[in-house]
């Protein structure tokens, strides 16, 4: 089996070559403010970039605007923090699983972090079990990461339960660190509420959610065989005639809608950014979006 972290670096080479590479790792860089940095290179402008930035006398001999890049004098330390729990066993709206999405960018993240010689860590688990690898350097420990949580997560898991992670990181990680959270589509609730204030008070917080599939996929063309549901959380079964009824998908609708709205309160009560995905294909250019976001709330 290829080596997932392989995967990764595969998928964002695949990326680089729409020029955003470059991008990509400036705005990992600007993720946690007050450090001190040191000049690095100098690099084309692109939509979106701090015109502060812009080295106007260097712009001036090369033609076009460049931005200055800056390296941290001080390492940072990035945990990873996901659900292995059940639900992450599903198929997300692109017809990827979950766990899959959840790895890759989770790979994506750490391997920006280990461009950067940041140290990388990882907090795991589902309502049996938390799990914690350390924070340390190299594309070996990534991998082992990568690997920890694509062999946890699957339909014999346990029941999901992020508090349970969340509450392991407010309890046991000191410091400040950045700490990059990918989740299933969460309901806002006040035991949540409550761990991501404090959370957010010591620690950068980036929150990644992966969207759930459609009850109905657009490309089903009404087959029954195709469009039966079932839930991995409780094995609940949608039968087809139901799920394509248009009562029972505009009440669907209504509830994720309403969801959505509560989750997105609460992160952003609590001051912290969030992403969505829908696929493994879109998670290098939803996490740009999201650095980006976040240095622009910042």
Same mark, same amino acid.
């Given at each position: 089996?290829?080596?997932?972290?392989?995967?990764?670096?595969?998928?964002?080479?695949?990326?680089?070559?729409?020029k955003a590479r470059g991008s990509?790792?400036?705005?990992?860089?600007?993720?946690?403010?007050?450090?001190?940095?040191?000049?690095?290179?100098? @690099?084309?402008?692109?939509?979106?970039?701090?015109?502060?930035?812009?080295?106007?006398?260097?712009?001036?001999?090369?033609?076009?605007?460049?931005?200055?890049?800056?390296?941290?004098?001080?390492?940072?330390?990035?945990?990873?923090?996901?659900?292995?729990?059940?639900?992450?066993?599903?198929?997300?709206?692109?017809?990827?699983?979950?766990?899959?999405?959840?790895?890759?960018?989770?790979?994506?993240?750490?391997?920006?972090?280990?461009?950067?010689?940041?140290?990388?860590?990882?907090?795991s688990g589902d309502s049996a079990?938390?799990?914690?690898?350390?924070?340390?350097?190299?594309?070996?420990?990534?991998?082992?990461?990568?690997?920890?949580?694509?062999?946890?997560?699957?339909?014999?898991?346990?029941?999901? @339960?992020?508090?349970?992670?969340?509450?392991?990181?407010?309890?046991?990680?000191?410091?400040?660190?950045?700490?990059?959270?990918?989740?299933?589509?969460?309901?806002?609730?006040?035991?949540?509420?409550?761990?991501?204030?404090?959370?957010?008070?010591?620690?950068?917080?980036?929150?990644?959610?992966?969207?759930?599939?459609?009850?109905?996929?657009?490309?089903?063309?009404?087959?029954?065989?195709?469009?039966?549901?079932y839930s991995v959380a409780d094995?609940?079964?949608?039968?087809?005639?139901?799920?394509? &009824?248009?009562?029972?998908?505009?009440?669907?609708?209504?509830?994720?809608?309403?969801?959505?709205?509560?989750?997105?309160?609460?992160?952003?009560?609590?001051?912290?950014?969030?992403?969505?995905?829908?696929? &493994?294909?879109?998670?290098?250019?939803?996490?740009?979006?999201?650095?980006?976001?976040?240095?622009?709330?910042?």
């Amino acid at each position: 089996m290829a080596g997932l972290l392989l995967r990764v670096k595969s998928k964002m080479a695949i990326f680089a070559h729409r020029k955003a590479r470059g991008s990509l790792d400036g705005e990992y860089g600007s993720v946690f403010r007050g450090r001190s940095l040191d000049f690095d290179d100098l @690099r084309t402008y692109v939509p979106g970039d701090e015109v502060r930035d812009i080295d106007w006398k260097a712009s001036a001999r090369h033609g076009s605007p460049l931005i200055k890049r800056y390296v941290a004098v001080r390492r940072q330390t990035l945990i990873l923090l996901t659900d292995t729990g059940r639900n992450m066993a599903a198929v997300s709206r692109s017809g990827d699983t979950k766990r899959d999405i959840a790895v890759m960018a989770l790979g994506v993240m750490g391997y920006l972090a280990h461009r950067h010689g940041d140290a990388v860590g990882l907090v795991s688990g589902d309502s049996a079990a938390t799990r914690t690898v350390p924070a340390k350097a190299g594309e070996a420990h990534l991998e082992r990461l990568l690997r920890v949580v694509n062999d946890a997560a699957g339909p014999a898991a346990a029941p999901s @339960r992020l508090e349970d992670q969340l509450d392991h990181v407010v309890r046991t990680v000191k410091g400040r660190n950045l700490l990059f959270v990918v989740a299933d589509e969460l309901a806002a609730a006040p035991e949540m509420s409550r761990l991501l204030r404090r959370l957010r008070a010591q620690h950068e917080i980036l929150w990644l959610t992966v969207r759930d599939a459609d009850l109905v996929p657009p490309d089903s063309g009404g087959d029954s065989a195709d469009a039966n549901f079932y839930s991995v959380a409780d094995s609940t079964f949608l039968p087809a005639q139901l799920a394509q &009824s248009p009562a029972v998908r505009a009440a669907y609708a209504q509830a994720v809608a309403e969801r959505d709205a509560g989750r997105k309160a609460m992160l952003a009560q609590a001051g912290i950014t969030e992403g969505e995905v829908e696929g &493994s294909r879109d998670v290098v250019a939803a996490l740009f979006t999201l650095l980006e976001r976040h240095r622009r709330a910042g």
